[in-house]
């Protein structure tokens, strides 16, 4: 009676430990999700200038 008893008992704990990594893969992935969100933006961000940039400078050699 011991063994399958131990069995089960190992068996929850495997699906415990199972768990637990699941919840910290699933933070990281929301957590890398948050990085790529913010990079997008900074990099949406960093075009529009760089195109601001280009039309003023298109402006400035029109006028010269």
């Known amino acids: 009676m011991f063994w399958p008893m131990f069995a089960v008992a190992v068996g929850f ?3 415990a430990v199972l768990g ?3 919840v ?3 933070v990281e992935a929301r957590r890398l999700g948050r990085q790529v969100t913010d ?3 900074r990099i ?3 075009a529009e200038d760089l195109e601001r940039a280009a039309q003023s400078a298109a402006r400035s050699a029109d006028a010269l």
């Open 39 to 41: 990079s997008a933006r």
């Open 24 to 26: 910290q893969v699933f």
């Open 13 to 15: 704990l495997g699906l």
């Open 44 to 46: 949406n961000r960093a």
């Open 20 to 22: 637990v990594f699941a």
